[in-house]
């Protein structure tokens, strides 16, 4: 792959200049000075509001209208960043179960709940030999019916019950078991020091328990992408546009067929679904996408975009700066959301890391498991948004329209991130940004690995390896 983006339709008829010294300089630094300053919430916000009001001018110029018109914006932001973070410390102070629940690590009791099990109470599928349910002699077969007197009517009730427990302080739950009800105490533990039983990487699993649990948000989350490239599809050919949506679409399901034809495929051959043969379908579905949207790149005209003056790894040096500073900011709304929403931490995970949790990996299984997560799929992922997509959408519409859809698009794929979903949109907004300002694919793509390899880093010293 000697060029990872397709050259633009013409070459600008001369380079730009360079901007000369004077007032939108000035306000170009204030707006870098207040990402700073506003990296601390709260204590920086006078700092940036300060440098809102030395900065108006009368008359400016447009340049200067732009880059304050950002910092007028990124003052608000703060403010918003600085009122939820003194109602996170409010709530914290005068309801602390609610800061737990909703921001402290999972706790679990060591069980898996039948989901099919119609009530009343749930009934317990599966009880771990390392849980405190195993210790207090559940097993399998048993329905939970209450818990600290509360009714637990689903899997989701029981959960938040658990979660909602103080540190400490054993919960009083009420079984039955054939048809006799009796009450015990069980003292939840979190779930990083419930060391899950020694499982091999290709030993079969209970084919009830789904390897990589697929939720229902995630197939609306497919859906709504496909039904979106379709209308986009439509719209754009009524302008002129060609038939890159529905390479989209076709990379897609090629991608999911993959996925599925391997993971059925391993599942017959080793006597059964493991997680071994979910990584390897995993390796297929990134492949099949990396390979197929490199060939429409190649393939197709790009759309209708500016050369960019800007080298490519500055440009990257560039977006991963505001990825940092702007990224701090839209994760502490989002974790205030999460709050105030009641969403529990382990309602927000990949399901490739939810297997990963069930056992030891090997390195096998974590060369399997890294390589797609930190390599192929940033790759595979920016060749189809930010090198099909996107220049398509603004081959005919403008750029920041183009950019807001395309990373809601992308977003909407990882919808298996709940609330911090709005988090893979910021995310599409600066890969979207680093292509667009480039001209390149080559920023976006080692923007997308930096951001997987540190969150890989951070999920493998959770499991403590």
Not at 399 to 418: K, N
Request: one cysteine or more; glycine letters at 12%; aromatic letters at 8%.
């Amino acid at each position: 792959m000697s060029e990872l983006s397709p050259p633009p339709v013409a070459p600008a008829e001369s380079p730009p200049a360079p901007e000369p010294a004077g007032p939108e300089t000035g306000a170009r630094q204030s707006f870098i000075w207040a990402l700073v300053a506003g990296f601390v919430p709260v204590c920086g916000l006078p700092v940036v509001w300060g440098l809102v009001a030395i900065g108006r001018r009368k008359n400016p110029s447009p340049t200067y209208r732009r880059w304050f018109q950002r910092l007028v914006a990124l003052a608000i932001l703060d403010t918003l960043v600085a009122g939820v973070c003194l109602h996170m410390a409010v709530v914290g102070r005068h309801d602390p179960e609610s800061a737990r629940l909703s921001l402290g690590p999972p706790k679990v009791l060591g069980v898996l709940t039948d989901s099919k099990y119609p009530g009343p109470g749930v009934k317990l599928s599966e009880v771990k030999e390392r849980g405190p349910a195993k210790g207090a002699g559940l097993q399998v077969g048993d329905v939970v019916h209450q818990v600290d007197g509360q009714p637990i009517d689903s899997s989701e009730a029981l959960r938040k019950a658990v979660q909602a427990a103080k540190p400490g302080v054993a919960l009083q739950v009420e079984v039955e078991h054939e048809g006799a009800r009796r009450e015990v105490r069980l003292l939840p533990v979190e779930a990083s020091a419930l060391d899950p039983a020694p499982r091999g990487l290709f030993e079969p699993v209970n084919p009830e328990e789904p390897v990589m649990p697929r939720e229902l948000r995630n197939w609306i989350g497919m859906w709504l992408v496909m039904g979106a490239l379709l209308a986009l599809w439509g719209v754009g050919r009524r302008r002129g546009a060609d038939w890159r949506p529905l390479g989209v679409m076709a990379v897609l399901v090629a991608a999911g067929l993959g996925s599925l034809v391997t993971m059925k495929g391993l599942s017959a051959l080793l006597g059964g679904p493991s997680r071994g043969a979910a990584l390897v379908s995993v390796w297929v579905q990134a492949l099949v996408i990396v390979l197929v949207s490199w060939l429409i790149v190649r393939r197709t005209a790009p759309g209708t975009e500016a050369p960019a003056g800007q080298g490519w790894f500055r440009t990257y040096l560039v977006s991963l700066g505001l990825f940092i500073t702007l990224g701090m900011r839209v994760l502490m709304l989002l974790v205030w959301f999460s709050q105030v929403a009641g969403v529990l931490p382990n309602q927000n995970q990949h399901p490739m890391m939810e297997m990963a949790r069930e056992g030891p990996l090997g390195a096998l299984g974590w060369v399997l498991f890294i390589i797609p997560a930190a390599l192929l799929a940033p790759v595979g992922e920016e060749l189809l948004f930010r090198g099909v997509l996107l220049p398509w959408l603004t081959g005919w519409m403008g750029r920041v329209a183009a950019l807001v859809l395309s990373a809601g698009l992308f977003a909407s794929l990882h919808l298996f991130y709940g609330v911090f979903t709005g988090w893979i949109f910021f995310l599409g907004l600066m890969l979207g940004w680093a292509r667009l300002t480039s001209g390149q694919l080559r920023p976006s793509m080692l923007l997308h690995a930096t951001v997987n390899s540190f969150a890989l880093v951070m999920f493998a010293r959770s499991l403590g390896g």
